[in-house]
């Protein structure tokens, strides 16, 4: 008998695997835009007021812990009152070729507007963790060092345009950049990785994970 390291993989976060805070303003575009309002505030806000680059009919607006309804559409200037709740969430569908949304706001009970951040990008990332060649059990490599890929493809700009710069930072100090990164691990451990990443307009955002290496003995 003898002993033989083995190298458990463990992902603490991995893409998609827990639920991340919801965006102040997050867009998504299918057969439609679709703008979507994330009340992240602890008020209850009276109004919504959502500037475009021109004048346009919404498809749909509908919301969760909202009960808004259009007050004013002029010139591309949309107006919601009602009421949306701390946590809130409300959603704008305009036509695909549609205008750009300029602004947006939330309107409170005394009538102070709250800026909305429309034009950030959004930081996503998606990592595997791939297995040894040599598996006793999910999860379980027999082998370092281990090469990971880190994609950030998933990454988006509201406003349609590409992103400029994608950069990743792990807490052992390596640093690299690109879209698509890979790099290999020799040691076990506990990692965080970050990704921030630009648009042409040079604003930024970031999306942190967290996995760990955990090393093993195991009798052959």
């Known amino acids: 008998m003898r002993a033989r390291m083995i190298v458990t993989v463990a992902v603490l976060v991995a893409c998609c695997a827990t639920p991340a805070l919801a965006k102040p303003y997050e867009h998504i575009r299918t057969e439609r835009n679709v703008g979507v309002f994330n009340n992240e505030n602890e008020t ?56 750009r949304l300029e602004a947006a706001f939330w309107i409170d009970a005394v009538g102070i507007e709250w800026p909305i951040d429309v034009h950030s990008p959004e930081a996503r990332m998606r990592f595997d963790v791939p297995p040894g060649s040599d598996v006793v059990s999910p999860g379980y490599a027999s082998f370092t060092p281990i090469a990971i890929e880190f994609n950030a493809a998933w990454s988006k700009d509201p406003d349609g345009l590409p992103l400029e710069r994608y950069e990743w930072s792990w807490s052992d100090g390596v640093r690299l950049a690109g879209e698509v990164v890979e790099r290999t691990f020799w040691l076990p451990g506990s990692y965080t990785v970050i990704l921030t990443v630009w648009d042409l307009e040079g604003l930024s955002d970031s999306v942190t994970e967290g996995f760990y290496l955990h090393l093993y003995l195991c009798d052959e």
């Open 44 to 99: 209850t806000f009276v109004g919504l007021r959502v500037v475009f680059s021109d004048p346009l009919t919404p498809l749909q607006a509908i919301g969760i812990g909202a009960t808004f309804t259009l007050s004013s559409n002029e010139d591309g200037v949309l107006v919601y009152e009602g009421t949306i709740l701390a946590f809130g969430m409300w959603e704008i569908d305009w036509a695909l070729d549609g205008p």
